[in-house]
């Protein structure tokens, strides 16, 4: 058995065998269609090279927010010689039953995009798997939270709009209470602030992340102003809302950013393919470090050592000039 074993784990196992008993034992598992056991071996070696990532699917928009995400943590974990494990939940009042039992020796340790989740004290987070956030709600205790500077890139959006004299600036933010959404809600407030310009109320509006939650509010805000100053910009809470809204501007015949600017937040896809002007999250390497930062979490707990690093890592944004983004209108339009 040891042989078979050693042979068969060849340069991995201290028994040594002659090269002609490896050569038999290697031929008798060719004739036998022997195949290693992947579970006996993450036994053995308390490492199974697998990482999972948890996220709820809501909805059936595709969600290109979590695609480019994805896409960064593919490549390192490519880089890095481990398999990604996608774990699914309705939504994230699933996690405290669900996320423990993704623990169950299938990984190593788990990512959680944009968690949902209650409170930093989480009794039920399972201590013997390393846990890493991307865009937590609230800190949760021991996980390593990354995550965009939402509330600079907003502000740095925002205060180019004003500089280029936009007043009426209309925020179709996200709903309230997500962390950054409320985090971009602030950075539209503070450039207002600094730059002595009062928003008027009606110029911050809720909706949904999506397309069509874009094309529902900007519907919903034309209608109830009709008669009155069409804004000279929309700030988007993301580029879906963004485009949305442009769906509806131009099925008025509006031009775009002639009679209207209109900038987005993220820049996934749907932004670079349209020119649109908003604001760079790094997505992509926001993956590739939540990966990173995962696996020194695991080498830590192997060791028996403490994971060393910072528990919360925030990216920088940057503003994307894109096309839809144009200089004040000399004479405002009235919304028909």
Sequence with gaps: MMSASAALNWGRSSVRISTETRERVLAAAERLRYRPNATARALAHQRTNAIGFVTPFLGE????????????????????GQTIVVFTLADWTEGPQRIPSFCDGRVDGLILLAPLLPAAEAPWLPEHTPLVSLHAQHPLAGVVNLQSDDESGAFEMVSHLLALGHRRILHLAGVPGVAGVEARVRGYLRAHAAAGVRPAAAHLVRTRLTVDGGREAMQDWLRRHRGKPLPDAVFAGNDAIAHGCMDVLRTRGLRIPADISVVGFDDILLARASRMATVRQPLHELGRRAVDVLMQCIEARRSGQAYRGAMEIIL?????????????????????
Excluded: C, K, Q
Aim: aromatic residues 8%; without cysteine; charged residues 15%.
């Design 316 to 336: 920088p944004t940057e503003m994307v000039l894109g096309v839809t983004l144009g200089r004040l209108r000399e004479t405002p339009l009235l919304v028909a």
């Design 61 to 80: 928009e595709p969600n290109l927010y979590f695609l480019e995400i994805f896409s960064g943590l593919v490549h390192a974990a490519a880089a890095a």
